[in-house]
């Protein structure tokens, strides 16, 4: 049967978060609905353990002065704009918490899950699941109004792919083009306990979050408000 016939007159589209993965560009792979809602909710209790300290959710001040919406926080390296450091030499000069052993097994199984069913553009990057090993996670918390600007991820010095996770709000998620911070760009949900893996073609993108759609937390996500997103990341340093 046609999609026509199975959408008349496409006033009822196919939610794109029913399906499986999803490839938005070579590299860039969308899996929604990747963690269950029980694993969504004690990811969340480890977020507020790791608030504690020894550094702070802080929004990082760009060299220009201005102040970033976002809170973000730091697991295995500290991200400071734009260099990765062992203490948080920009917040209080504490040590950055460690990189959790099972976050790199889920950093596996996530660019597994991503690449292995061998989506087009892909063909070249199923032998890097097995030996992921991401060092640093940038742990992000969007409150009423936070969104982040076009960027690039460049502070790296690997091309290693980046494993993004969402928990509670839904967002809008921009994803662009190596060349410009401007068009041409998808944009794309990302809802609670969605999954996006950046790799190959697709690791220095632009990309951006403009907005995030207060009130959209599901039950049962462990948030009440709020959004965070969670970055794994090779650093490629030692
Ligand atoms: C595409 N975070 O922490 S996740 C970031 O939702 C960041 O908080 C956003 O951008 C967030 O740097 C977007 C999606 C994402 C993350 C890293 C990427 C997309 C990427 C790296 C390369 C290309
Ligand atoms: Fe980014």
Redesign the pocket.
Known sequence: MSEDALFPLTLIQPDTHDAGPRVIAPGAVHVPGWLSLEQQRWIVQRFGEWTHGPVPLRAATLPGGHRMS?RTLCLGWHWQPYRYTREATDVNGRPVLEFPEWMVRLGRKAVADAYLPGPEGNEALPELAGNYTPDAA?V?FYDRGAT?GM?Q?KDERSNAP?V?L?IGET?L?R?GNTQTRTKPYTDVE?RSGDL?V?GGA????Y?G?PKVLPGTCPEGCGLSHGRI?I?MRVTGLS
């Open positions: 976002v940038l992000n982040m960027h991820d980046v993004s969402s967002c998620f994803f990302l996006f950046f697709s690791r220095f993108s990309h979050i997103n970055t």
